[in-house]
Structure formats: structure tokens, C-alpha cells
């Protein structure tokens, strides 16, 4: 009776143990594309010109008088 006891404790407890590897590994990867998703995003960033940015340099050209 006591080595049924026994199993089922073992039995559950690495149960436990590859629902928490699981957990682990979900957890790494979506870790992982979140920061590449991120690096990609940043560097589109740095490549791209932003609308705002054009928009005030519109603004500004656009005050300037044009004249002789």
C-alpha cells in the first residue's frame, strides 16, 4: 500500500516537472521573437524617415520665404 503511495507521488511530481519545461521553453521562445520582433522594428525605425519629422521639415521649408 505504501509503494502505491510512492508511485503515485512520482508519478505526479513528474507530471509536474514537464508541465514546468513546457512552461519554460513557451517562455524562452516567445522571449526570443519579442526582442527580434523589437531589433527589427527598431531598425526599420532608424531607416525609414518618420512622418513627423517630414512634416516639420515641410512646415519649416514652407515658412521660409522664397525670394531672391
Do not use: H, N, R, Y
Amino acid at each position: 500500500m505504501k509503494w502505491m503511495a510512492i508511485l503515485s507521488f512520482c508519478l505526479a511530481a513528474s507530471g509536474c516537472a514537464v508541465v514546468a519545461v513546457a512552461d519554460l521553453a513557451v517562455t524562452t521562445v516567445a522571449t526570443i521573437a519579442k526582442a527580434g520582433v523589437q531589433t527589427v522594428g527598431a531598425a526599420v525605425d532608424l531607416v525609414t524617415p518618420s512622418k513627423k519629422d517630414k512634416s516639420k521639415e515641410d512646415k519649416a521649408s514652407d515658412e521660409k520665404p522664397k525670394g531672391k
